[in-house]
């Protein structure tokens, strides 16, 4: 009866793709006017086990502004309770999140294996750059960077016509690995490269021009997890010593006012900074690169999901950059060409007051190696799915984001440096 019993649990368990099955979980939207709001939701966050979407952890909360957050089903009546005690507004953006996930795949294409249209796995991408560059040998080139935790091989694709000290954009996605969109649009822009090259006029002049550095995935082991054990995983898979708590923020661990602020010391934290900066191998990797690429690397863009914004340094300070209303008028003429598609319209400024302060971050630290044009774009939505934004909506975000993308790369041909 016992073997019965376990096989029909592994039944259940491969049924939907997820170890963990957030039936029954729900998102809620909390409007904090105060200290007295922030308190409250720290208290609340001491009791019970609350998963912070945004913004990432409990201590980055800030006065007149609203929290989202994941409840396990358990605790959701404790948790309703407490708001309802204590008097704050709240609502529920997600009222089942397991229905929320399995409505994300509602894209109708029916491709077996890679498509734009779709989430794609890591296994279904990674032999998609190996496929796409052999198809385009004039266009893209593979290397391998570096290793994960896990010993996968962390792809590059360098996109653009072969040429002597070409200029370049380095652009990464998936950090975190439950923002699925964000992987989606790096394969997306590799797909209108290839597709408008020699038909598009701007495309074709930067892909003649410029270099564009693009990392498909970052964290390749934590978006594995998110496919095979918990959609809702962050951080990477690396061990830490001393605790059963896994992975460490890749986006806390940057050498750029390393766990200063905004990032945590306990590695059961979503925003642990690691034991030390660039502890990861994953991070290691990427600086590696791109200070051995530092003298052609003129833009660094990093794509995150979700709440539409544009963002620049300085995260880990609330200090300004030198180059600040540059990079504030730049940002501003970038988001008002990504609303003339679908109107959606993005917030942007630098990171510590647009969003909150967090330090360790990779667009700070490629801005303090030199490189002027250091953004962090969070893609949509603004909470409505959260992480659970459906395939239906990978076309339009990143038709727009492609137009936000050219025109930095445009922009940066003009102000070569």
């Not at 385009?136 to 960077?145: D, Q």
């Not at 302060?357 to 250091?374: E, L, M, N, T, V």
Request: net charge negative.
């Amino acid at each position: 009866m016992l073997s019965l019993l376990v096989l029909a649990t592994v039944a259940l368990a491969s049924a939907h793709h997820h170890g963990e099955h957030f039936e029954g979980e729900k998102v809620f939207r909390v409007t904090v006017e105060d200290e007295n709001h922030i308190n409250l939701l720290q208290e609340l966050a001491s009791t019970n086990k609350i998963d912070f979407w945004k913004p990432d952890s409990v201590t980055q909360i800030k006065p007149h502004s609203t929290v989202d957050f994941r409840v396990q089903a358990n605790d959701i009546s404790t948790v309703e309770d407490f708001l309802e005690q204590n008097e704050l507004q709240y609502e529920v953006l997600i009222s089942n999140l397991r229905s929320m996930l399995e409505a994300q795949f509602d894209s109708h294409v029916r491709a077996a294996g890679h498509s734009y249209m779709k989430y794609n796995n890591w296994e279904t991408i990674e032999a998609w750059t190996k496929q796409v560059a052999s198809e385009n040998p004039n266009l893209i080139s593979r290397s391998a960077i570096g290793t994960t935790f896990e010993g996968r091989t962390m792809y590059l694709l360098k996109v653009g016509k072969p040429g002597r000290n070409k200029p370049a954009i380095f652009m990464d996605c998936g950090f975190h690995a439950r923002e699925w969109i964000s992987p989606a649009f790096c394969q997306w822009f590799v797909r209108e490269a290839v597709r408008t090259y020699g038909h598009e006029i701007h495309m074709t002049e930067f892909l003649e021009k410029l270099d564009f550095y693009v990392l498909p995935v970052f964290n390749i082991d934590g978006y594995v997890y998110t496919w095979t054990k918990n959609r809702m995983w962050r951080k990477t898979r690396s061990k830490n010593a001393g605790t059963q708590c896994i992975g460490t923020d890749p986006n806390r661990n940057f050498n750029a006012g390393w766990c200063k602020k905004g990032a945590s010391q306990n590695p059961c934290d979503e925003t642990y900074c690691g034991p030390a900066a660039e502890s990861e191998k994953e991070t290691k990797a990427l600086v590696n690169f791109i200070r051995s690429h530092l003298s052609s690397i003129k833009a660094y863009v990093t794509i995150h999901s979700y709440s539409q914004m544009m963002l620049y340094p300085y995260s880990y300070d609330y200090k300004l950059t030198p180059n600040n209303a540059e990079l504030n008028a730049l940002a501003k003429a970038t988001v008002k060409e990504l609303a003339t598609l679908h109107g959606t319209k993005y917030t942007y400024g630098p990171g510590a007051t647009t969003i909150y302060p967090a330090a360790g971050g990779s667009d700070d630290w490629a801005y303090d190696q030199g490189i002027k044009y250091s953004f962090t774009f969070e893609l949509r939505d603004k909470g409505k799915y959260g992480f659970t934004l459906p395939e239906s909506q990978i076309q339009p975000t990143c038709e727009e984001m492609m137009l936000a993308l050219k025109h930095i790369a445009g922009y940066v041909l003009e102000h070569l440096y």
